[in-house]
């Protein structure tokens, strides 16, 4: 969650519409896609580069801000490599590739020559070929045109939290008031909800093994950091406890592992080229893993913030999820968000404020009376409202604290008519932090090291900075399957603080 409270438009035009490879679907086919010529017809126009450059730093401040020094460096470098092969542009100068300060796992690209990976994504990768491949993808997106085409036959194109439209979908339903859900939750989630196509995800994903080609690339890099995708969202899912529910793009696309065996059929079970591994590992060496300290730090069922000072606990059955502008609570019985603002007036006015931002049109959300509390130390108003959903009534409910000095921070929640109080004990957990508690809040780092002749998986594993799976993180973060065996002078990542 970060200190400022910019907002990212939600409308964009077609033109420069997101293009991502974790919010995409996974795709099914085969076949080869030739990389695209240099020609007027797709090359990066002047009003790509303006409407670009205009997105840029809005994108900057939903993300996390861009992360600078020798990994940003080497990233943009990569990235500039591929994208030059993609035909928009022969010149690297063209291209604007930027390494994100974010700990979501995701990549995206728009017109303009403008590419972004997350540090969390770039983590996950094992060799610079592979993240190639993720960029490829993303320009390869771009290339084709596919957010105009999509444009054609969408009535919207919008930028919206994708927890805010598993929402929609399934509490709240789809008419007019489950947008109320997509305005809950679009804030600050980091995720992009824009799909493609089958044939549009199998064209970028073909794109970019073509590009790997010419790059000299081991073409085989794009199916393999789609597995290691594929077993992150897997793991991350196991933990949070969610590894039964399909996701949200599931009805419309096929299971991650057809996507990677149709990558691998057409980069073709025997191709090579380099993969430079070495190079990629002392690339990314040191970069921040997880959350930002500066942005918060979700701990399990806890979230802190050292700069903002305050912390809270969700209740049991449920998981966060850190955004550039709130937090979002996530769970079977109800789905909440954490930010904050400037008080102008009163608590009661600011209260109303975050209910009135929840109406549109007809769908008037208002509640009958404020109620007062404190919770520790700290000035309460809260409200609940009843409203119509599209599988029976939810209540809304709005709990707000004056934090002093003008700054306010409040929880918007939704649960099913009668179920508000499953929120109860998270919302009178926040609290203030101490100086020395802030002080013990410490970043994760990824650090590479060389395997010793006495270095086994599960001794590496140990020194993972988690309490939960440090073995099933270690192996997922290096690519490694449960039976790997380490040879000595290998180098692999882990995890410190």
């Known amino acids: 969650m970060g200190i400022s409270r910019r907002k990212l438009a939600l409308k964009l035009t077609a033109a420069f519409a997101m293009t991502g490879l974790v919010a995409c679907g996974a795709t099914g086919g085969s076949g080869v896609v030739q990389a695209a010529p240099s020609t007027a017809a797709n090359a990066i126009s002047q009003t790509d580069k303006a409407q670009g450059a205009k997105a840029h730093p809005e994108l900057l401040a939903e993300f996390g801000g ?32 930027t390494l994100l300060n974010s700990p979501i796992n995701n990549a995206f690209a728009i017109p303009g020559g403008y590419v972004y990976v997350t540090r969390q994504l770039a983590s996950l990768m094992n060799n610079e070929a592979e993240l190639a491949a993720v960029l490829g993808h993303e320009v390869g997106h771009v290339a084709a045109r596919h957010s105009a085409k999509r444009q054609k036959t969408a009535t919207r194109n919008s930028i919206l939290g994708a927890l805010g439209s598993v929402l929609s979908g399934v509490l709240l339903g789809d008419n007019a008031f489950g947008q109320l859900g997509q305005r809950v939750f679009s804030q600050g989630s980091q995720l992009l909800t824009l799909q493609f196509s089958r044939s549009q995800e199998l064209e970028a994903d073909n794109l970019g093994i073509a590009y790997l080609r010419k790059a000299g690339y ?15 969202d897997a793991l991350e899912a196991r933990l949070r406890g969610t590894a039964n529910q399909v996701p949200e793009w599931a009805s419309t696309h096929p299971n991650p592992a057809s996507r990677v065996r149709d990558a691998l059929r057409t980069a073709g079970a025997n191709a090579d080229g380099l993969t430079k591994r070495d190079a990629f590992l002392s690339g990314i060496n040191g970069l921040t893993y997880g959350d930002d300290p500066r942005q918060g730090i979700v701990e399990g069922l806890t979230f802190r913030h050292p700069e903002l000072r305050f912390a809270f606990e969700a209740p049991q059955g449920f998981y966060l999820v850190n955004g550039t502008q709130a937090v979002s609570i996530n769970g079977q019985s109800g789905k909440a968000e954490f930010t904050g603002g400037r008080i102008e007036g009163s608590l009661d006015s600011y209260v109303g404020k975050v209910f009135a931002g ?36 939810v209540d809304v409910t709005v709990f707000a604290y004056d934090f002093g000095g003008g700054q306010a921070y409040h929880f918007t929640a939704i649960t099913q008519a009668g179920n508000a109080g499953v929120f109860n004990p998270m919302f009178r957990s926040l609290r203030r932090l101490s100086a020395s508690e802030v002080g013990e809040i410490k970043p994760r780092r990824i650090s590479v090291v060389t395997v010793g002749a006495g270095d086994t998986v599960q001794s590496l594993a140990a020194r993972m900075a988690y309490k939960d799976a440090p073995l099933e993180r270690f192996l997922v973060l290096n690519g490694l399957q449960s039976d790997a065996r380490l040879t000595p002078g290998q180098k692999v990542k882990i995890v410190t603080q």
């Open 218 to 232: 081991d073409p085989r890099a794009m199916a393999t950091v789609l597995e290691s995708l594929a077993r992150q």
């Open 358 to 393: 929840l109406s549109s049109g007809q769908a008037q959300i208002a509640p009958q009376a404020l109620q007062s509390t404190t919770v520790n130390g700290m000035p309460v108003r809260y409200a609940t409202a009843r409203a119509q959903g599209g599988s029976g009534p």
């Open 66 to 97: 861009e992360v600078s020094g020798s990994q940003a460096n080497y990233v943009e470098a990569v990235g500039k490599t591929i994208a030059v092969q993609s035909g928009l542009s022969n010149a690297r100068g063209d291209f604007t590739v």
